[in-house]
């Protein structure tokens, strides 16, 4: 089912949390809401709920209006950063609720509380209270929940925010593979761009209340249309009006046209990846990332001279759209 | 500096377990002591007469009435000082203290001026005849009154540590207001609750001020179990006094135990 936010403006006191925002999420999709805290990301996903009432504009789910449909008749499923587990019932319990409610026959919903404590793989741990369970079983506890009412659409704030590293990695791949089964509409907010990228079909950047740029992950990284989607989404330099990507720069022993001289202040390896960072002649701190085997081909030393130029760069000048500029095509 | 760690470690701990005995332990065992002195058999007919059966029946009832009351009231008021935003929510704050600011005869009084015969609605519950000093219903009043905040500072802490996630799930999840807070919000105070209804209790069962005044203190009738003991205590019955003072304890303390052992049970 289709989510569209017309014109959405919310403020609470002084603090404009939304400021005329405008999102067509399509049927199916899984949609990442991504943006620094206080970008109006979480307050977006809980006015689609009905959690929070708009200002004013519209939010309409599947072709109806629901501005001023109440939460509970909406048909979303919300799943919260901290799992908002109901304490004081089981694991079974807590996945029945939303039917329980809805008065369903007893047989018909122990057979898809059954269903769906195998679907997040929380076999065994019915007769659980939440506080017996890890954040990340929780957290699967709490989409088994919001999925058994059958929701139009799934939004989750921060899912994985309150996990850790290793679990939230693992719960990444779980819902994206969960949404090609179940293929509910989903949004999904989150600050973590690397999350989006991973996870999301498509991104909704935000930035102090308004939308920067939508768009599939790939599409954001190589064609950012403004300054703050190309420093939020992925790593970059800055130079005054030009952009370059860390893995755009090229390092040479020798002087050459466009190089600039620079020293290596530090070299940092991740594995795979390594880092090399430069001080510049004017005094500039630029990075450059490279593989491995790039770099022990360079055969780098700290406090070595190298010559840095940019393979390509993303300009944005006031009063103009941006443009790349490829610099040097690499041999 | 061992040796002065546990002298200080020591020291605070028996100065502690000191300062109780001195204030609380030594005066209750007196009560328990001089109440048994003649034997159990007087202690039990000292408090078996006719007077002092009904005045522990009506503390009970009185007691009783006023718990629910206060509870459904706490409860409510609770969510509204920390779910809702309104103005002059602040004063409602401060106003719900007010019961421990005021001494229990003030409250006895001020039910005085504006239920008797000249008061504001005295004049108009006589007229349709209804008695609320010297009766019951005066007699309730006083006892809400004064123990009208227990249940609210018990529970407003316990909804602020909850917060409202599960609330606005249970929403989502289709829950109207009512649903939300009978299988939410209400399992997850009660024992908020519980200890806000077993201070009420405590309360309630040993007011002795503002019932005193209010009631008439009519032997038989709208005596209480506390203006009970005061009024055999003045007539040198000291054995039913104590005896009397005893039992309104013991039954404070079977309400703290019996929400302990229904806490315990649940937690196993």
Known sequence: MSIIVEQARKQFGDFVALDGVSIEVPDGSLTALLGPSGSGKSTLLRVIAGLEKPDSGRVMISGGDATDVPAQKRGVGFVFQHYAAFKHMTVRNNIAFGLSIRKRPKKEIAERVDELISLVHLDGFGERYPSQLSGGQRQRMALARALAVEPKVLLLDEPFGALDANVRKELRLWLRRLHDDVHVTTIFVTHDQEEAMEVAGQIVVMNEGHVEQTGEPNDLYEHPQTEFVMSFIGPVNQRGAVFIRPHDLELLHVPAPEAEEAMVERIVNLGFETRVELLMANGEQLWAQMTRDEADLLELTDGQIVYVRPRRAKVFEPNGDPRTEEIASAA | ?268
């Open chain 2, 1 to 268: 500096m061992a040796a002065r760690d546990r002298l200080g470690k020591y020291g605070l701990r028996y100065f502690a377990l000191g300062y109780l005995t001195m204030l609380l332990l030594i005066p209750v065992g007196m009560i328990s002591y001089r109440a048994f002195e003649h034997g159990f058999s007087a202690a039990w007919s000292s408090v078996t007469t006719p007077d002092a059966l009904h005045a522990f029946l009506l503390t009970i009832e009185i007691a009783a009435i006023a718990v629910v009351a206060n509870t459904i009231f706490g409860v409510g008021c609770a969510l509204l000082l920390v779910r809702s935003n309104f103005r002059g929510k602040a004063l409602l704050n401060a106003i719900i203290d007010l019961p421990f600011a005021i001494s229990p005869v003030v409250v006895g009084l001020a039910l005085l001026l504006l239920y008797g015969r000249t008061g504001w609605f005295g004049s108009m519950f006589l007229d349709n005849g209804v008695q609320i000093l010297f009766a019951m219903p005066g007699m309730v009043l006083a006892t809400i009154f004064i123990s009208l905040p227990f249940v609210v500072r018990e529970v407003v802490p316990v909804l602020h540590e909850i917060g409202d996630e599960q609330e606005q799930a249970a929403q989502t999840l289709g829950a109207n207001w009512w649903q939300t807070f009978w299988r939410i919000t209400l399992p997850a105070i009660r024992w908020g609750v519980g200890y806000g209804v077993v201070l009420t209790t405590a309360r309630a069962l040993g007011e002795f001020g503002a019932v005193a005044v209010v009631s008439g203190r009519i032997s038989g009738q709208t005596e209480t179990a506390p203006l009970w003991v005061w009024r055999e205590f003045g007539q040198f019955n000291t054995t039913g006094a104590y005896t009397a003072s005893l039992v309104l304890a013991l039954i404070a303390i079977a309400t703290l135990l019996a929400m302990n052992s229904f806490k315990r049970k649940e937690a196993s």
